[in-house]
T-cell receptor
């Protein structure tokens, strides 16, 4: 039990739609990262937020965007969904201290038809 | 660029030791991690090692780091059926930046 929760657990969308995924971090964790894990692959870094500002981004297009809120919750938004966006989306929170580990949520499985 | 590689599959008899290997390319990696993912679940941090260490032991888990060869291994002693999962190694790219680069994962299967 990491104290990090995500909702929903599963989601089905169609191409072109928009989706919002949610994450609730551990209390006191002001850094949240989002990862995309395609089937049979390792997680790929999407972006990180620190104190409500984007703090690093992986190789993902601008239609992937995020928000972080003062209450330790955050969102991942994906516009204009494509079939290849089907994946498990993981959020991870940490205290932001140097060398501090990240704690992952259980993920949201998104299927795009 | 950053790259982390693992073999895809490993089968081990129950009670034997499992050794999962990982190689990485970025010599500036600060921390190296092992995560476990069970079917339908997120990632569970098993252990991590700081790059100036050669070995770390935690109960049934032993991590060995060969920094010269950029090789990391995870040994699980007395492997049990509950150890069946996918194991990912990961590294931090930049000091203070917690972005993780993961390998593709090794699926560990336990043979009764």
């Amino acid at each position: 039990e990491t104290g990090v929760t995500q909702s929903p657990t599963h989601l089905i969308k169609t191409r072109g739609q928009q989706v919002t995924l949610r994450c609730s971090s551990q209390s006191g964790h002001n850094t949240v990262s989002w990862y995309q894990q395609a089937l049979g692959q390792g997680p790929q870094f999407i972006f990180q937020y620190y104190r409500e500002e984007e703090n690093g981004r992986g190789n993902f297009p601008p239609r992937f965007s995020g928000l972080q809120f003062p209450n330790y919750s955050s969102e991942l938004n994906v516009n204009a969904l494509e079939l290849d966006d089907s994946a498990l989306y993981l959020c991870a929170s940490s205290s932001g201290l140097v060398g501090e580990t990240q704690y992952f949520g259980p993920g949201t499985r998104l299927l795009v038809l | 660029g950053e790259d982390v590689e693992q073999s895809l599959f490993l089968s081990v008899r129950e009670g034997d030791s499992s050794v999962i290997n990982c190689t990485y390319t970025d010599s500036s990696s600060t921390y190296l991690y092992w995560y476990k993912q069970e079917p339908g679940a997120g990632l569970q941090l098993l252990t991590y090692i700081f790059s100036n260490m050669d070995m770390k032991q935690d109960q049934r888990l032993t991590v060995l780091l060969n920094k010269k060869d950029k090789h990391l291994s995870l040994r699980i002693a007395d492997t049990q059926t509950g150890d069946s999962a996918i194991y990912f190694c990961a590294e931090n790219q930049n000091f203070g930046n917690e972005k993780l680069t993961f390998g593709t994962g090794t699926r560990l299967t336990i043979i009764p």
